[in-house]
């Protein structure tokens, strides 16, 4: 008997049908991929199942071959269903803990100890190995990674071992072996036979983990649980895009000496050395552990942080550090990592959310047209491939990569030359992601600098000219020229680290 | 010691089909075509509400009462009662916006009209324009201390101001000492006298003002960046807004404005004292809510304002007219208000929209909730 069947779910949002009929089956003891383009309806369909959609038509929804009926998270919950959505769904001003303990319960009953619960915290994340992160911290201060350990934690910790775990992207933040921890998590979890469902855009991932695959395109299952073994990287992205997929190649601009970027001697929190020099036309790639103050880099850099020590200059201008609109007067943009929380104006139309670091306006008196503005970011919707491509349409209501696509459109609009970006691809599909290079590589090409900060090495040795690999606060390796491939840069960020709990921690 | 060869390097650039690129770079990914969102069966019916329900109350009253309703005298009566609340509200739409709370704005248009009082007629005993331009001045130190407290100091601008609300009140008492001040020179009660084309004066006032801040609040890239502000602090800031300059800025305006609706006050009344201004908190705050639910469903803005005073107002007019008790009029305020709020909240749900539901939820709790129902 099959641990979740799904069969025949619709879903329409005004005129638009975000699932088709929609019907596939997850075994108990497997991980079942659910893959597809940006706003193919993987979202939907798990709100559906979750049961904060209720779908059109009659479709039906089986849990261990009992039925459940739709519209009911009590009842979802109850028939062991459980759930990591891609916004996390945590409560950013209560702790870890808190957070917890609100999906299940507090250890007290009647009296709550804070040193108590945070024991039960630590204990209940030591037993997933889970062991830097600090339970007592609000999730507001945390970084994405330590933000979606809690959110898997929470889901699996709550009353027994789930029958059927769902998880949106878990790892859309992760680096590779924050990743290898969670994965081993999920298949400690699946050999206890939970039938895991899970969302990626990383295809790769699906062959390190993936058991069965199910892939949607335009609300539709074109894919239905076929197994991995009868499947290629070059058939998943063809199955998902629905076409061939293209080579995508990018002119190299003429190397320049020209800085654009400087960073001297910059310390912060985490980071505690950190010099680097972006030349124009360059894509220097930041990249490090979970806890290496990568996470901090960029902020510190754009004058978002607390810095104790450094300076930062733009083309030869020196930055006020606290000031990122300083910064902004200097050309130097930044793509928080975080689009959720920091990148977007969740109710606003996706025209003011591209125009807000430049806001158009005509005349003496400063007019804005409404209108103008909505005709001035057509391009750049259509060219980032945002669906839908209305200005109008409301930024919430777009599926988590189309949002991610504003938010880096807005980059472009703004006309930076310098930019800093995290995770610039995290959660975009794979049609879709070498418009975003392209977008970056067109800004270098014109004679900008680009910082990267990223979780995919891949993607970084794919698109970078140098990276630097952090750990403990200070660069501890360069890689360049063929020393960069995703391997190396694995090696020397886990070396760094290994070095540095044997001479620093220990 | 980073400078590593650059040359070698940008050969790289060429990337590779590896994740699978695809060079759609140009079109969308989704050749059919997609209906836009929020148009045509979706216009949110709540968001005229306010004008079918004045056009309700109006005509119930007409028929009700028409000698007494359908008078020159009971409109031009609504219309200048109404106009100082909108002055004041439309003021305070500005922190607002900025997602700052004024509730010193109507103890400041109380204090600003005794000042103004004080000097033409008790203290230096000054000439009306020089009184006025002195009350402006008290009006923007009063905003330049609400702005340095809570974009400076970082003080929460709940607390804030509702400190400076009673540092005015003790400085209202001061210069009343419960007595009423007043009568002023012709000249400065000529400010409001008069009608224009049978509208009083004031109320051109209020158009003026209620012109300017719609501009600037709804069609400059200023008001946008207010806006922003609003809709999410450290996104704005980190967009590169002066996010503190900003909410700094409505504040200061905000206390402008009620020094203006202060004097305009003093002017149309004739005397002052010091119980005057806290009457227009709720009303202004009120209508400011109100009018967020209208027009722009989930923003704040003059036209929405405008209405919901000019609503309410017609309302207890025709309450009262008909012998209606004091607190059947207050009851009125309170329920317009929650009907407002809450059929936008019910037409939005049947809409899947959120944008009051947020709107209200970043003014209410003021704890962050998680979002579950958005991708
Ligand atoms: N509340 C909503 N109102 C209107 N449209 C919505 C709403 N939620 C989702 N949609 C639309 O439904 C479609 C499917 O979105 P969904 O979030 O399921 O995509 P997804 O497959 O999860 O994409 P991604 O990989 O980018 O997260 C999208 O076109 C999206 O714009
Ligand atoms: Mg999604």
Redesign the pocket.
Same mark, same amino acid.
């Given at each position: 008997m099959p641990a979740l069947e799904v069969v025949g779910i619709s879903k329409r949002?005004?005129g638009?049908r =975000?699932l088709n009929d929609v019907s596939f089956t997850a075994n108990r003891g497997e991980v079942h991929c659910l893959l $597809? @383009?940006?706003?193919?309806?993987? *979202?939907?369909?798990i709100k559906v199942l979750a049961g904060f959609h209720q779908p059109d038509g009659d479709g039906r929804l089986l849990v261990d071959g009992a039925s459940v009926p739709f519209g009911s998270p009590v009842e979802a919950h109850q028939h062991g269903l459980r759930f990591v959505h891609?916004d996390l769904a945590l409560i950013e001003k209560l702790s870890v803990t808190d957070n917890l303990a609100l999906g299940g319960t507090y250890i007290g009953k009647r009296w709550l100890s804070s040193r108590r619960e945070n024991r039960g915290a630590e204990e209940v994340m030591r037993r997933l190995g889970i062991t830097d992160v600090p339970v007592a911290t609000p999730l507001a201060r945390l970084s994405a990674s330590q933000r979606a350990m809690t959110a898997i934690v929470r889901a699996v910790s709550q009353g027994g071992l789930p029958s059927v775990l769902v998880c !949106?992207?878990p790892t859309a933040s992760l680096s590779e072996n924050e990743k290898e921890r969670l994965f081993s998590l999920l298949r400690a979890l699946r050999d206890r036979g939970v039938a895991i469902i899970y969302?990626t @855009?990383r295809l790769h991932e699906v062959f390190q983990i993936g058991d069965h695959v199910t892939v949607?395109r335009d $609300?539709r299952n074109v894919v239905d649980s076929l197994p991995v073994t009868s499947l290629d990287h070059g058939s998943l992205v063809a199955a998902i895009l629905g076409r061939e997929p293209e080579a995508f190649y990018t002119t190299p601009p003429a190397p320049s000496l020209e800085p654009v970027i400087e960073v001297e001697g910059l310390a912060g929190e985490r980071v505690r050395d950190l010099s680097v020099t972006v030349h124009a036309g360059e894509i220097v790639g930041l990249v490090g552990l979970m806890g290496s103050g990568v996470e901090e880099a960029l902020p510190l850099i754009f004058g978002a942080g607390a810095t104790t020590a450094g300076e930062v200059r733009v083309r030869g201008r020196t930055l006020k550090p606290g000031h990122p609109d300083d910064a902004v007067d200097a050309g130097l943009v930044y793509v928080p990592g975080d689009r959720k929380r920091l990148g977007g104006f969740a109710h606003w139309p996706l025209s003011s959310n591209i125009t807000v670091s430049s806001i158009p306006s005509v005349g003496p008196m400063k007019w804005l047209s409404r209108r103008r503005e909505r005709a001035s970011v057509l391009t750049y919707l259509t060219s980032f491939g945002v669906?839908?491509a209305s200005p109008k =349409?409301i930024f *919430?209501?777009? *599926? $988590?990569?189309?949002q991610q696509k504003v938010v880096i459109a807005r980059t472009q609009h703004s006309g930076a030359t310098a930019v800093l970006v995290e995770d610039p691809t995290a $959660?975009? !599909?794979v049609g879709a992601k070498p418009a975003i290079y392209a977008a970056l590589a067109r800004i270098a090409g014109a004679g900008g600098a680009i910082l990267l900060m990223t979780s995919d090495y891949e993607e970084a040795s794919m698109i970078c000219d140098r990276v630097i690999v952090l750990s403990a606060g200070l660069p501890v390796a360069w890689l360049s020229g063929d020393a960069l491939t995703p391997d190396s840069i694995l090696t020397a960020s886990l070396r760094a680290h290994s070095d540095d709990g044997a001479t620093a921690d220990a | 010691m980073l400078e590593h060869s650059l040359s070698t390097e940008a050969s790289r650039r060429a990337i590779p089909p590896a994740d699978s690129a695809s060079a759609s770079t140009t079109e969308p990914l989704q050749p059919d075509v997609?209906p836009e969102?929020r148009r045509g069966a979706e216009v949110q019916w709540s968001a005229y509400l306010g004008i079918v329900i004045f056009v309700l109350i109006v005509t119930t009253f007409s028929i009700w009462i028409p000698d007494l309703f359908l008078t020159t005298s009971n409109w031009q009566s609504i219309a200048q009662t109404g106009a100082i609340t909108a002055i004041l509200a439309v003021g305070l739409l500005i922190p607002l916006s900025a997602g700052a709370y004024d509730l010193s704005c109507a103890q400041c248009l109380g204090f600003t009209s005794l000042v103004c009082s004080w000097l033409m007629i008790q203290g230096p005993r000054l000439s009306v324009p020089v009184a006025i331009a002195i009350t402006l001045l008290v009006g923007l130190v009063v905003g330049l201390l609400n702005g340095f407290l809570v974009a400076f100091l970082r003080l929460d601008s709940f607390i804030a101001t509702l400190g400076s609300t009673s540092l005015l009140l003790a400085g209202c008492i001061l210069i009343a000492n419960s007595e009423y001040l007043g009568p002023f020179p012709s000249d400065f009660a000529s400010l409001t006298s008069g009608r224009f084309l049978g509208v009083p004066t004031i109320c051109l006032y209020l158009a003026a003002l209620g012109l300017l801040v719609w501009y600037v609040l709804e069609h400059t890239p200023l008001g946008r960046r207010i806006q922003a502000t609003g809709a999410n602090a450290e996104a704005a800031r980190l967009a590169g807004l002066r996010t503190r300059r900003l909410i700094f800025g409505s504040l200061v305006a905000s206390a402008v404005v009620a020094s203006i609706a202060g004097i305009l006050y003093a002017s149309v009344i004739g005397t002052t004292n010091q119980n005057d201004g806290p009457p227009y908190l709720l009303p202004a705050f009120t209508a400011a809510f109100l009018g967020a639910t209208q027009l722009k469903p989930g923003t704040f803005n003059v036209g929405g304002t405008v209405i919901a005073v000019y609503l309410l107002g017609t309302g207890v007019q025709g309450l009262q007219l008909i012998g209606g008790q004091i607190w059947i009029v207050t009851a009125f305020n309170g329920a317009a208000l929650l009907v407002a709020v809450s059929s936008a909240q019910i037409s939005e749900r049947l809409r899947?929209d959120q944008a009051v539901s947020r709107m209200l939820r970043r003014f209410s709790s003021r704890s962050e909730h998680p979002d579950r129902?958005?991708?």
């Open positions: 949002f005004g638009q =975000a $597809g @383009h940006n706003g193919s309806g993987k *979202s939907t369909l891609q !949106d992207e969302v @855009h949607l $609300g669906m839908p =349409a *919430s209501t777009l *599926s $988590g990569g189309n $959660g975009v !599909d | 997609r969102r899947g129902l958005e991708a």
